[in-house]
């Protein structure tokens, strides 16, 4: 199975602050990195897929991005509703598999 | 807009079978695309179980392949997973999914709680 490192494990910021979580994968995935935000007690919610394209209705203010197998997804702009667990899933092969999970909290 | 929505016990004895439904409103699956399963222990990452196409072609994550089973009912527009032999470790919030053909998921149903324990 591929596995899927993210990094850091929590984080702490403020509002306005910009923010990278990043995502390593023990092998190529070629761009087949997924990003989800989960906020408690709700489901995952698709943000970035295949990289760096954004889904529709995700602000702008997040992006992704890839080197080699290394992916990041970035917050230009912390806003409050930005606060939750964001989650890196590769897609290249099954077992599809997922990161341990980001808790990006309030500072 | 596509909605999904689980469905099933809450609880389930060890040793027994877990099974789930979740019903899609606002898309056919007849019409494509995979469907899918994952799940998420408490306070843990998310796990995925399979895929499956209403053709019948199926996914699974070798780790659980042994004891998994989905199905798709067109004529309900669902599709249905079975988890055999369940033990303590299964207890996990369980969640249903459209796969996009690069195998990303979204939407998701909002995840039902299964514990398992006598």
């Known amino acids: 199975d591929i596995q899927m490192t993210q990094s850091p494990s929590s984080l702490s910021a403020s509002v306005g602050d910009r923010v990278t979580i990043t995502c390593r994968a023990s092998?190529?995935?070629?761009?087949?990195l997924n990003w989800y935000q989960q906020k408690p007690g709700k489901a995952p919610k698709l943000l970035i897929f295949?990289?760096?394209n954004l889904q529709s209705g995700v602000p702008s203010r997040f992006s992704g991005n890839e080197s080699g197998t290394d992916f990041t997804l970035t917050i230009s702009s912390l806003q409050p509703e930005d606060f939750a667990t964001y989650h890196c899933q590769q897609s290249y092969t099954t077992p599809y598999t997922f990161g341990q999970g980001t808790k990006l909290e309030i500072k | 807009q596509v909605q999904l929505q689980e469905s099933g016990p809450g609880l389930v004895k060890p040793s027994e079978t877990l099974s789930l439904t979740c019903v899609v409103s606002g898309y056919s699956i007849s019409s494509g695309y995979y469907w899918g399963w994952i799940r998420q222990p408490p306070g843990k990452g998310l796990e995925w179980i399979g895929s499956?196409?209403?053709?019948?072609?199926?996914y699974y994550n070798p780790s659980l392949k042994s004891r998994v089973t989905t199905s798709v009912d067109t004529s309900k527009n669902q599709f249905s997973l079975k988890l055999s032999s369940v033990t303590a470790t299964d207890t996990a919030v369980y969640y249903c999914a459209r796969r996009y053909s690069k195998g990303w998921f979204d939407p998701w149903g909002q995840g039902t709680l299964v514990t398992v324990s006598s």
């Open positions: 092998q190529s995935i070629s761009k087949y």
């Open positions: 295949a990289a760096s």
């Open positions: 499956l196409y209403h053709s019948g072609t199926t």
